[in-house]
């Protein structure tokens, strides 16, 4: 038995917008995870009169949806829940573009993420942003989509963050997860970043040394140089834009798929990895 669940997505679901309403408005940057639990609690409750098993549930996701399981994971919400997870191509946020693994998820910088998108949108006030309508907003998210960097800017702003409903990031729930009832696989593509060719279909024609240049982690310019020296090593077939972009994806999707992997296993929590 399969089944599908939508949620919130983009600034209906990930938008903190307490930078305009206040405390009512705290955890707004994750209700898309609310969304989500909701449906898995529900699932739970109701898929024997589908002909499924509710002692049997594999949930599954797969970018946004990978990190936002990683969320939901870590910080227990699946237990009960679900008997496996599947990771795919996501944990946690695009960590390895910030160059630091706890400044991305905090309160502060949703609302940072916010104050920012909201001046594009040209909204003021919580006033302002409820006397919108749904076509309205999304009229102005598509042209901010098509005068914005999707990969450095957009996606970066629309992915959970610390909050009463997940008060740690993954890699720091991981550690103090101990759940070993839950089988999880986690994986990743052979060419992450293949992907951002439907937006960008010039993304790789840059050099790898551009990407060293944008991936954070690589603080001086002898590891940047290190970093580019590897990939023309390991990938001497590969057009250099190429080597770029598997060293951005790298950086995104496969270290923190076996960072996370990793810490999983020490736990002892039954765990496999994938390329795909």
Do not use: C
């Not at 003021?124 to 309508?133: G, Y």
């Not at 834009?241 to 496969?254: E, K, P, W, Y």
């Amino acid at each position: 038995v399969f089944v599908s669940l939508n949620y919130r997505l983009g600034i209906f679901g990930w938008l903190d917008v307490s930078v305009l309403g206040g405390e009512e408005y705290r955890g707004s940057h994750s209700h898309g995870l609310l969304d989500q639990i909701t449906a898995l609690r529900w699932i739970k409750d109701n898929i024997a009169s589908f002909g499924g098993d509710a002692n049997n549930i594999t949930v599954m996701g797969e970018s946004a949806g990978s990190i936002d399981l990683s969320w939901l994971l870590s910080n227990g919400h699946l237990k009960g829940i679900a008997k496996r997870v599947v990771l795919m191509s996501g944990i946690a946020g695009l960590i390895g573009l910030s160059g630091d693994l706890s400044h991305g998820f905090t309160e502060e910088y949703s609302q940072q993420d916010a104050k920012g998108l909201l001046e594009k949108l040209d909204i003021r006030s919580m006033e302002d942003l409820l006397l919108r309508s749904t076509k309205d907003l999304m009229d102005k998210m598509v042209g901010i989509v098509r005068n914005t960097d999707t990969l450095f800017y957009m996606d970066s702003i629309f992915w959970p963050r610390v909050s009463d409903f997940t008060p740690v990031d993954p890699f720091r729930a991981v550690e103090q997860y101990n759940d070993t009832d839950i089988e999880v696989i986690i994986g990743y593509t052979g060419y992450e970043m293949g992907l951002w060719l439907t937006w960008d279909e010039n993304l790789d024609q840059h050099s790898s040394d551009w990407a060293a240049g944008k991936i954070q982690d690589f603080k001086t310019d002898e590891t940047k140089r290190s970093a580019t020296s590897l990939y023309e090593t390991v990938l001497p077939l590969e057009p250099d834009g190429r080597r770029a972009l598997h060293m951005i994806g790298d950086s995104i999707f496969v270290a923190p798929s076996l960072w996370f992997a990793e810490k999983l296993a020490e736990k002892n929590v039954p765990t496999w990895v994938f390329q795909f």
